[in-house]
Nanobody
Framework: QVQLVEPGGGLVQPGGPLRLSCAAS????????MQWYRQAPGKTRGRVAT????????VYADSMKGRFTISRDNAKNTVYLQTNSLKPEDTAVYYC??????????WGQGTQVTVSS
């Protein structure tokens, strides 16, 4: 049974950091690219960051460059998203995604991140 579990969301003050994690099980984690998406109220879900499974190359959405860092630990079957300098507009539900080719595409349940003073 495939599972992607994302604890770690919550309320954070503007300018603060927050580390999200996503623990995977039920599939060969090291064979999948891992991604984080987010969806703010009234907006469509958009990709935040990607890390490949082959060489660990990372790609970020423009608005996250320099503030967010995606990383993975294949020994722990976990992907992380370190977020820094958070802004109120970063408030969203953050989703973990595992993808392999066009056939395999798994999603976590999402975790709420609220940036507010």
């Amino acid at each position: 049974q495939v599972q992607l579990v994302e604890p770690g969301g919550g309320l954070v003050q503007p300018g603060g950091p927050l580390r999200l994690s996503c623990a995977a099980s039920g599939f060969t984690f090291s064979s999948y690219a891992m991604q984080w998406y987010r969806q703010a109220p009234g907006k469509t879900r958009g990709r935040v960051a990607t890390i490949t499974n082959t060489d660990g190359r990372t790609v970020y959405a423009d608005s996250m460059k320099g503030r967010f860092t995606i990383s993975r630990d294949n020994a722990k079957n976990t992907v992380y998203l370190q977020t820094n300098s958070l802004k109120p507009e970063d408030t969203a539900v953050y989703y973990c995604n595992a993808v392999r080719g066009s056939r395999y595409d798994y999603w976590g349940q999402g975790t709420q991140v609220t940036v507010s003073s």
